[in-house]
């Protein structure tokens, strides 16, 4: 076994920037490297929707949200820069050189991102963001566009989980409650510790950060009102709310999402998940959650649908909104309650508060057991238009591609909404004509391009050191699986590829995005296309995450089928060598690498999974408990519980009871201990069947990851693995040695494995 100390994190980082520029054969100014993707900048936002470019209020003003890797620190660097509307109009009308920023706040730390949630004051005075904090808490601070700093907001010092504001003198948050934390500190202090309300987490790892955020500390509603401070409670009780806060333009009333914890057993018929089988459905006696209306001086709470927000695999967006005259309420996914008392499904809703009703303006597709039900795309936001209470625009991903549409809504006399307009794209930032936009693509790299009567131009250039840099070439690639399913993917090839020769594939899974410049193929953890593909890799990300039935008895066999379609199809066409062939799972997808090595007939080269579902009985026990989103996940991925007659599913399906059919080295990794946990039963058990496989723990508990030196380490690990095995190739950085001196152990556990198997990857019996 093999776990990273941070000092050989390090180490990773000295030695990759070499191993990929000797792999690709060219100079260092043209072998694009995981060191130049850590670099870039990068517009983009926390929870990775549209590039956050939004204008102030007022229109003078309109800032942007960065981010990019330091190196030179292992730091991540957040930033927000501010431009004056008027500049960037003198710029379009012909002044020669672009506009600097009127001011550039920037903020640094160990993990991204560090500037979280950010928004415009009302009186466009500056941004109001929750920053985090060096201890890993966030605080409430105000980026004082009049004064040039940062000053955190009083009584919001720390522990900070959301907010709303409006001005200096009135805003909303929630904030941890530090009791909690505390007992259970106290609690490590005695000498015995009572588990039965605890989980396994809180009694081995009480202070690890994931522990924090499964089985987070409750946070209180807090209320700033004319400088004054003061809890909102209900009935002397503290209020906690879920997630979002949206405060009224008047600032007296706030729209929430708070937990119920009993549902009443009518509501299991009443507001059914889009499949019988999905495992989010809603339980009778178990909670969910609602939108709900709060007084913030009396306390008092109105639910605003008598329903609650949608269940299971529904394509739901996030944060409601305010008409700008405080009198609706856009609701993105949630139930309303119907007159009838007949089963509905949840859609965008628009709560009238003067008349109380409550209306839809868009249903809500969904997954179904096959796939997703006709004309499914995934909404993302859903808003007023320019607050105009009878305009509504909804924001969605494409199904099919992941592009970006918008749909523009108009309520008619009689009350109705009807489309008014079809947008492709994401929706425009602009004020008075003037748009701001974030252009790039699958090839192109981000640029901020400001557009008018004009005509566009650059405003800024992020990352001017690419254009010395030879990127290799990305295209959108399509296949066909034996179930007649069309799949899209992203295919990423050597920059100086060759006719008529084989290459080696690695393929990358969960989700691709063609619209956007993503290096790594989509996730920074574990993936590395384009250095891959610098290295002499060609490189397929796939979108099987979105394709496959998710939560049911087909999810991992259709995605085998995904990955053995693809590759056949790349060999057939003559771009790929049969012989050598590898495989990236993330998160989800490490169930389906693991389904393909135990169960498929594609004959893989190497292997690799990282902090992922595993489906085996390990993390079922130690993850899972009754009626958790684990535990009912993998009931449906398996199709029982693991007790009595259940267990005998799981010895036919489960991936960690067939380990004896994988035959391909592996290399399995966590992002710190919780997450090595989840994994442990794949190495172990490979190891004890002695077959190849290494393990490798990330000093972070990010899942996605953003701390440059994490990332070096799972994507410079992915990089050197696959040259490893795919190429016979080695970095020879000295402080590498160790890593290939294990490697060279587990290539002659392969050559003995090799020489016995009859049936590489054989399928069940």
Not at 69 to 81: A, Q
Not at 136 to 142: E, F, P, Y
Not at 431 to 445: F, R, T, W
Not at 735 to 753: F, G, I, S
């Amino acid at each position: 076994m093999h776990v990273s100390n941070a000092k050989r994190t390090l180490f990773f980082v000295t030695g990759l920037f070499l191993s990929v520029m000797i792999a690709s054969g060219q100079q260092g100014k043209n072998a694009f490297t995981v060191t130049d993707e850590i670099g870039l900048t990068l517009f983009e936002t926390p929870n990775g929707g549209a590039p956050e470019v939004h204008f102030s209020p007022d229109g003078n003003y309109f800032a942007a949200w960065t981010e990019r890797g330091r190196l030179d620190v292992n730091d991540v660097e957040d930033s927000l820069r501010f431009y004056r509307t008027h500049d960037v109009e003198n710029f379009l009308a012909g002044e020669p050189r672009a506009p600097l920023p009127l001011w550039v706040v920037n903020r640094s730390s160990d993990k991204g991102p560090i500037i979280n949630d950010w928004r415009w004051m009302a009186d466009s005075s500056g941004v109001a963001f929750m920053e985090r904090t060096a201890g890993g808490d966030q605080r409430l601070v105000l980026a004082n566009l009049r004064t040039k700093r940062v000053e955190p907001l009083p009584y919001a010092a720390g522990g900070v989980k959301a907010f709303d504001v409006r001005d200096q003198q009135d805003y909303v948050y929630t904030v941890d409650d530090p009791a909690k934390r505390e007992r259970l500190r106290a609690e490590h202090q005695a000498a015995a510790i009572s588990g039965p309300e605890r989980h396994l987490f809180e009694l081995l790892f009480p202070d690890d950060p994931l522990t924090l955020r499964v089985f987070p500390p409750p946070s209180y509603l807090w209320a700033v009102a004319g400088g004054k401070r003061f809890q909102v409670k209900r009935d002397g009780a503290p209020i906690i709310p879920k997630g979002t806060l949206v405060l009224s333009p008047d600032g007296s009333f706030l729209v929430t999402i708070l937990s119920v914890s009993e549902v009443p057993s009518s509501w299991e018929t009443l507001y059914p998940p889009p499949f019988a089988s999905d495992p989010y459905r809603f339980r009778a006696g178990g909670s969910m959650d609602q939108y709900v209306l709060i007084n913030l001086q009396t306390g008092s709470i109105q639910a605003l649908t008598n329903a609650p927000i949608k269940n299971g695999m529904w394509a739901t967006g996030h944060d409601p909104s305010w008409s700008s005259d405080g009198q609706k309420i856009l609701l993105p996914g949630t139930f309303v309650s119907s007159k009838d008392h007949t089963p509905s499904r949840p859609c965008v809703a628009i709560v009238d508060l003067p008349s109380k009703t409550t209306t839809c303006v868009e249903m809500l597709k969904g997954h179904t057991e096959t796939g997703v039900e006709e004309g499914y795309h995934l909404v993302k936001t859903a808003r007023f238009a320019d607050g105009d209470k009878q305009r509504i625009a909804v924001n969605f991903y494409n199904h099919q591609d992941l592009s970006s549409g918008t749909t523009e809504y108009e309520q008619t006399a009689d009350g109705k909404w009807l489309v008014k307009e079809q947008i492709e794209g994401e929706p425009k930032v602009e004020y008075n004509g003037l748009e701001i936009a974030v252009k790039q693509g699958l090839n192109a790299p981000p640029l901020l391009v400001a557009t008018g009567k004009q005509g566009s131009r650059v405003i800024w250039d992020p990352n001017p050191q690419l254009k010395n840099i030879e990127l290799g070439m990305a295209s959108v690639y399509t296949w066909k699986d034996k179930e007649g399913r069309v799949w899209r993917g992203g295919l990423y090839k050597p920059s100086d590829i060759k006719p008529g020769h084989r290459y080696p594939l690695v393929i990358q899974t969960h989700g691709f995005m063609e619209s956007e410049f993503r290096p790594s193929g989509l996730f920074p953890t574990a993936f590395a296309a384009r250095a891959l593909a610098a290295a002499g890799i060609v490189v397929l990300q796939t979108r099987d995450d979105e394709g496959c039935p998710i939560g049911t008895l087909d999810e991992g066999p259709c995605a085998v089928s995904d990955y053995e379609a693809a590759a056949g199809q790349l060999v057939s066409e003559g771009l790929v060598d049969s012989n050598n062939i590898g495989i990236i799972g993330f998160s989800r997808t490490c169930f389906y690498v693991m389904e393909t090595l135990t169960t498929g007939s594609l004959r893989l080269k190497a292997a690799s999974i990282t902090d992922g579902v595993m489906g085996n009985y390990l993390q079922y026990m130690t993850w899972g408990w009754p009626g958790n989103g684990v535990a009912n996940d993998s009931n449906s991925l398996i199709g029982a519980p693991p007790f009595g007659e259940g267990l005998r599913q799981w010895f036919q399906r489960s991936p960690g009871f067939k380990l004896d059919r994988v035959n391909a080295p592996l290399l399995v990794a966590g992002s710190g201990p919780i997450s090595l946990l989840g994994m442990w039963e794949a190495y172990v058990g490979l190891d004890y069947l002695k077959k190849p496989v290494d393990l490798i723990m990330l000093n972070t508990s990010e899942h996605v990851l953003t701390n440059p030196a994490a990332r070096m380490a799972s994507q410079g690990g992915s990089v050197d693995w696959f040259r490893f095995w795919l190429k016979g190739e080695e970095d020879h950085e000295s402080a590498k040695v160790d890593q290939y001196a294990r490697w060279h152990e587990l290539r002659k556990l392969q050559e003995a494995t090799e020489h016995t198997a009859t049936t590489p990857n054989a399928g069940p019996n």
